[in-house]
């Protein structure tokens, strides 16, 4: 997956591995309150869903998996 | 046997295997972290699968094996030969538990107490000698399920109101699931129908956020799907998921939408086979009407042998694809050896270099599984008694680690199966004066013998060059039963061997399944197979040409007498009593002797599977075959049984 800065959002493309938790991280602790593009993004590994989760950034787009877009979606965001 | 049970086996088997060879490359590269790695892998996820079945000794032993493991990745533990010993003690051990467990459906009783001294053994190279840590039991609490249900009230109603079947399940991926490789993600994505998910944190986020390499989840969900189906999907993860059904009004069950792979039982792929080959017979029969249709219609008799050619090729196409679905790799039979030849070796106090290569060889599954015996059995023989001991080597200039080579490679059809050591060889001279003093064969043929039949003199029976009995190999019913087996696969095994540089053994074998012609008799009620090959001819002999002869019976055949045994007698039935007609066979060979049956059935080509499970090591059985009802036949291996009738 590449995980890369667009302007204010971090964009998330293709499948997720487990090493891109930790620039996803990074991203997101450097700019609090940047939004996560998820369009076409996923199959998402759960060390990436778990920073999701954890610090809750406004998340935009549906993920290519279909399981990520139905199941995984509507648990991120803030405040869910 | 359930699905999941034969794929537990399956899977856990390759995992000890995995382990196996991770522990034993690790003996020349110490500390390899790639293999570290893979050993405490395949260790980790066999004992997370075991907590799916009644086997806690094992679960607690791989337990320890585990920690040990991981002590050895993060350098605390030095890979000395004594943890690797105990290692392979643990996989040693699994191996034959989980055959223990496959034939007997749970583990034998000792289970308890050899589990204990292995743990202790593997938990005495830990630092600081820790004591276990408890396993975490992180979804036991019972109380989880109504909080989920009552939470996801709304997802479930509508399944319910369908009637579906629906199962729910609780999952803390262990911490450190990342590093294992694991993805509780991809764990859910792939079980199926979801029906609703639930996402929390093990423990409360930390304020600078999670911590990207450790895993905090809690992943709580209901499936529409039964809790058989669920526990397929997370048997790797067995050890950190709770399962619950959902209580549903009783309806039918939803039809399983999972079609990933496709696991055909054998016994199916064999009737394939039976059944093209019958489709390859009966295509004969149609060859013979065109040519009776030619005779009267030339124009009729031409388009009829064109389409009767078309269905022959298709015949033969469908023969060869059935029988390919029974091709497995000879890895299958080879993958074992390398642990086996190092426990050999460390028990007598040697070393060897093992390498093995041709393991994506494909054979019938019939020669693969009926190699593995015979294998070992050579294996060890060219352990203990070709492979001398480190400092006899070295005085003689050669490296102190003996070498094997096993290697495996297609010959016209033939699968070849090469074991070749360079250990101390095999004398002709030494071979002859033991075969003498044995009493193998006459004093006068063994003089007559050249190198190469000398040679050839270990395959015979009860013979066996070492000096002293060793528990390992010298029991002198190895090599003439090596040899035995390899002939039941339809193959043949040569020697070839020169003092002081080493022995070669080769095996040939059929790649495919050996079609073997036999007799079929009938001996105490039973049906039973004969090899067409041990049978010279068969006879009807009025009952008054039988004889007294000594306790037995004989009878003259063309100026002969020859002994007559009841096959009845000899398998331990009640013979019928003879009427006025006694049918009988005469075996081949040099000594003749004559069977008496109660019937003849007819000739049958059969595929000849050597015998498995409870009829193993049964005597004077050469294999069983499928006949075309579906029964089995027993095939007798009559040299064996006239060995053994005429001994007692």
């Avoid at chain 2, 593997?122 to 276990?132: E, Q, T, W």
């Avoid at chain 2, 290697?407 to 070849?416: F, K, L, Q, V, Y």
């Avoid at chain 2, 009938?522 to 002869?549: H, K, N, Q």
Wanted: aromatic letters at 4%.
């Amino acid at each position: 997956m590449s995980v890369r800065l667009d302007g204010d959002a971090i964009r998330l493309d293709g499948p997720a591995r487990v090493e891109d938790a930790e620039p996803l991280l990074a991203l997101l602790h450097e700019g609090p309150g940047r939004t996560v593009d998820l369009d076409g993004a996923g199959p998402l590994h759960a060390a990436v869903v778990q920073v999701l989760l954890a610090l809750r950034p406004p998340v935009r787009g549906t993920p290519a998996d279909p399981f990520d877009a139905r199941w995984l979606l509507p648990l991120l965001g803030p405040g869910s | 046997m359930s699905e999941l049970l034969e794929q537990f086996l399956v899977e856990s088997r390759e995992l000890v295997q995995a382990a196996a060879d991770d522990l034993l490359a690790l003996e020349s590269a110490p500390g390899d972290p790639a293999r570290l790695d893979g050993a405490f892998r395949a260790v980790h996820t066999l004992k997370g699968s075991v907590a799916l079945f009644d086997l806690a000794p094992m679960g607690a032993a791989l337990h320890a094996g585990e920690d040990l493991l991981d002590a050895l990745r993060r350098g605390a533990v030095a890979p000395d030969r004594a943890a690797m010993d105990a290692l392979l003690a643990l996989l040693g051990a699994s191996e034959a538990w989980l055959d223990a467990f496959a034939a007997d459906g749970r583990l034998p009783d000792a289970a308890a107490a050899d589990g204990r001294a292995l743990e202790a053994a593997l938990r005495a190279r830990l630092p600081g000698n820790a004591p276990a840590q408890p396993a975490p039991l992180p979804a036991a609490s019972p109380d989880w399920l109504p909080a989920l249900l009552e939470r996801e009230a709304a997802a479930i109603a509508p399944a319910r109101a369908e009637g579906r079947t629906l199962a729910a399940l609780r999952y803390v991926p262990s911490p450190d699931c990342f590093f294992l490789g694991d993805d509780p993600i991809a764990i859910i994505r792939a079980l199926p129908a979801p029906v609703a998910l639930h996402l929390a944190q093990r423990e409360p986020w930390p304020a600078d956020g999670p911590d990207p390499f450790t895993c905090n989840l809690v992943i709580e969900a209901v499936f529409a799907a039964s809790e058989a189906e669920l526990r397929q999907g997370l048997r790797l993860v067995a050890d950190q998921v709770a399962l619950a059904p959902v209580p549903a009004p009783a309806a039918p069950p939803a039809p399983s939408s999972s079609s990933r792979g496709l696991r055909v039982d054998a016994a199916r792929v064999d009737a394939l086979v039976d059944l093209a080959e019958e489709l390859v017979v009966a295509r004969n029969g149609l060859a013979h009407l065109v040519a009776r249709v030619g005779e009267e219609n030339p124009a009729l008799a031409r388009a009829l042998a064109e389409s009767e050619a078309g269905i022959g090729r298709l015949a033969e196409r469908m023969h060869r694809a059935a029988l390919g679905l029974r091709l497995v790799p000879l890895g299958r039979a080879f993958a074992r050896l390398p642990r086996l030849a190092r426990e050999t070796a460390g028990g007598l106090g040697k070393e060897i270099a093992l390498s093995v290569a041709g393991e994506a060889v494909e054979a019938d599954r019939a020669v693969v599984d009926g190699l593995f015996d015979p294998l070992l059995h050579l294996l060890r023989n060219a352990i203990d008694h070709g492979i001398e001991p480190p400092e006899v080597r070295e005085a003689a200039g050669k490296p102190r680690a003996g070498r094997i080579a096993l290697s495996a490679a297609r010959e016209d059809g033939w699968i070849a199966v090469t074991l070749s050591d360079d250990g101390r060889g095999m004398d002709p001279a030494r071979l002859r004066a033991a075969a003498k003093a044995r009493g193998v064969a006459d004093d006068a043929a063994i003089d007559a013998m050249d190198d190469a039949a000398a040679l050839d003199l270990v395959f015979r029976p009860g013979f066996s060059t070492a000096g002293t009995v060793t528990a390992i190999s010298g029991r002198g019913v190895g090599m003439d039963a090596a040899r035995a087996a390899v002939d039941s696969l339809g193959g043949r095994v040569a020697i070839r061997s020169a003092p002081g540089e080493g022995t070669t053994i080769r095996l040939l074998l059929p790649a495919g399944a050996a079609v073997t012609g036999v007799l079929t008799v009938r001996a105490g009620g039973e049906l039973y197979g004969i090899p067409v090959d041990a049978v010279a001819e068969t006879a009807r002999l009025p009952a008054s040409a039988i004889l007294p002869l000594g306790a037995g019976e004989a009878f003259v055949l063309r100026g002969r007498t020859l002994p007559l045994l009841r096959l009845a007698g000899l398998l331990g039935l009640k013979p019928a009593p003879r009427g006025g007609t006694a049918r009988l066979l005469v075996t081949g060979g040099a000594e003749r002797a004559a069977l008496e049956v109660e019937g003849f059935g007819g000739r049958l080509d059969v595929l000849l599977r050597p015998p498995q499970g409870l009829l193993r090591g049964l005597p004077g059985l050469a294999g069983t075959a499928l006949l075309g009802d579906g029964s089995a036949l027993l095939v007798l291996d009559l040299p064996d049984l006239l060995a053994r009738g005429g001994a007692a």
